[in-house]
């Protein structure tokens, strides 16, 4: 035979078969928009996987806007399809392609085989690297049956595990498969250790997705059961109604002083006792429990003599703790307020309402909202329904991080393996053939997409992802969850001959230590106005606004000294009233409380409380404008020469702020108040516009000449015209007595929004509590603990 000749017309056939070029562009295009295709999807994903993450950790008060809400629903929806889409295209069926002539007789027939190692481990890796960033960020909610509806662990979460692992497993074959368990597929020993490193890196984060889901669901089901979390409000009822009967104070208003004892509220331990159901609820077997291992309450925290226990914080951390508790009850819809204790309000009173402890008074009730919005908002909660829980939860959270490290170290060591060995990093090489009849061409080889596009979306998922659990192991490490139930362990150690010298140190350290991803109240409140005596010219922003209807501009400011001072001292003066009505009004109890001041009742004599804040607004700007004082709004430092004038320019620049940001706060209709001042709002800008170019030149005493005219005669509205009225009554009645009229108007803004504060509107309060929390809103929790109620009457 002669081979030599066979060989000769071997190679003369391969030189003659040759593939079209217009077969090869269409293979090419195919390939590179299939690539293109999964890498826009890979970059946009930890994209929005960082706004879910950086709001779900840093920004909660966001996430309950109705943009944000969209993003997150549209990224739960479309990951499915987004993954299947992009998976599907690395199976090892897939990569094959043929291209047929419409002639095979004249024409030739394109096939390729791809194929890639590093490729389907990094987009697997992304797809469980997402999974573990929302479970990260679900909250788990174990609330009981009168309050907002539970939110269990989502079993999606695990279903979509589920499927990504099959995912997984169909696109990779056996050689994967045979990858986890370390065997040798294939005669290349380096392409095999590349596979069996890949497979564990690639299914590893699914082991630590269903360690994350059991642990939600076992601490949801334990937490779902507890009296010290899911059932807690029915006891915390019961044991109120226990120690109402129980205590032996003789009845009246108890007197505000400073010897006051703390009321034994609750604390924890309830799961310790043993608990009947009643018609209330629940109650203890024996009494209040007073006297029972294991049940800490406040008064025994504040009556320790450990040296611990001596930190005024802490036992204030306790104190805010005791009376979240409380506060349930009123989210749960239990009328709390017919068992109130005596000496609970006594305590209540004497200690928070005395002079100069505004500062604490604000500290505490703002971390009592912030164990709310916890409980209600987040999946924190939950972990204390057992002690070892929390810490099973960080143990699981580092080996996430040791994952993300791992992980980032291997794929880069493959990636430069890679790079070393054949020079190029490519998402997908293939090889690329033509056949016509029995002859076929050369192969030929063409690498599609760069493998840099899934380092850099898989480092920034792992980035993400190695975020989050940081940031859960300081949330636990930090919070103040972990602070109380120390102290109740600290407490309820009845061996008081070990030395706890090493527990009272690390507790020392949690106390001082804050983690900056708790969501509490910023000390900081909205400013609006409807005379903008500062801008009297529109802004680009403004004529925006205006144009789409947006809720008014307004920027944030600290909430000054003088503010708390103010409210607080009302406040006081209500608590203190001897005729023991603890009752507020809409502004006009305090102008009684003054000389002369009834000559201002009409001013509260309005339609709703929506034009009486309008109107003293007016009245109020008017007053700013004859007798100015020099203030910082954005670093929020004003002079404190006059802290009336300080407290009644910003609490009725809050109230109107209050209007177009939350009117559901206000008693009245909604579409009333917004409607109301986007009416007062346009004519004063219209008037104020006209004079607009010489306005800010003006002398004070022009400046309020001027701007009385303006109102009186540019506009009719009712509620222009009162305000310009009560301004100039202000101005004119206290010509000499500057001091005596910021004074009245400050009593009357702080009466104002305490007023608003105490009406029963649960639902406005939630939507502040999660998004971050307003003043509002913590005056409405300090006025429930005081025992003040709604004075709902004709003035």
Known sequence: MDYGGNCTATATLHEQVQCSSDAI????????????????????????????????GYGQRYRHHPSIRFIFLGANTLFLPIVSSVVSSLSDSSNDYVNSPNNKCTGSTLAALCYSNIHPCTVITWAFLVQIASINTTSVVATDTRESPRIGPSLELLVKGIWILYLGASITGNRFFYGIFGVSHGKNHMSSVSTSICSKIMFAPFVLICAKLWLKCYAFKKARSSFALGRNPGLVFGYMQQLQQQERIPHGEPLIGEDAGPPPLLVMGEDRRQVVNHPCGYVFTNGSGDNNNGLVTLDKIWQSDKALLMVPKLKDLCLSYALFKLLRCRFARYKISDVDSVRMLAFFRSLLLMEGGHDRVFRVIADELCFVHDYYYSSSSISYAKCWVPILNTFISLLSIVYCIVAASFILALAVSAQHQKGHLTQIQCHFWCTQLLAASRRRSQNFGSLYVDLVAVFLLLALVLSTEVRDIASYICSNWTKVALTYHHVNCTSSQHPLGIQNWVVSRLLKCRSMTVNQWEE??????????????????????????????????KVPEAVKVCILDVLRSICNNSHGLHRLSNG??????????????????????????????IATCILEARHPYRHDLVKGSPFVSDQHKVAATHLSRYCAYLMTWFPEILPDEIEWSKSLYE??????????????ATWLQLAPEAKYLELVQLLSEGSNHEVLQNGVRLGKQLVEEFTEAEEIAWAMVADFWAEMI?????????????????????????LWALLFHAGIVVFDASV
């Open 679 to 692: 009416v007062v709002k346009e004519n004063a800008t219209r008037v104020i516009a006209v004079r607009a």
């Open 588 to 617: 006009a109890s305090s102008l009684r409380r003054i000389q002369d001041g009834d000559r201002f009742i009409w001013a509260c004599n309005g339609n709703g409380t929506a034009d009486i804040i309008l109107t003293w607004h």
């Open 754 to 778: 305490l007023y608003v504060a105490s009406l029963k509107n649960l639902r406005g309060h939630s939507n502040t509590i999660a998004r971050g929390g307003e003043l509002i809103t913590l």
């Open 25 to 56: 562009k269409t293979f090419s295009n195919t390939r590179t928009r299939q690539i293109w295709l999964g890498n826009a999807l890979l970059f946009a994903s930890p994209g929005v996987i960082g706004v879910l993450v950086g709001i779900g």
């Open 524 to 557: 900081t409140i909205g400013q609006c106005s409807v005379l903008a005596l500062d801008h009297p010219i529109p802004s680009p922003t403004v004529r925006l606004i205006n144009f789409f209807r947006l809720p008014d501009e307004m920027i944030k400011v």
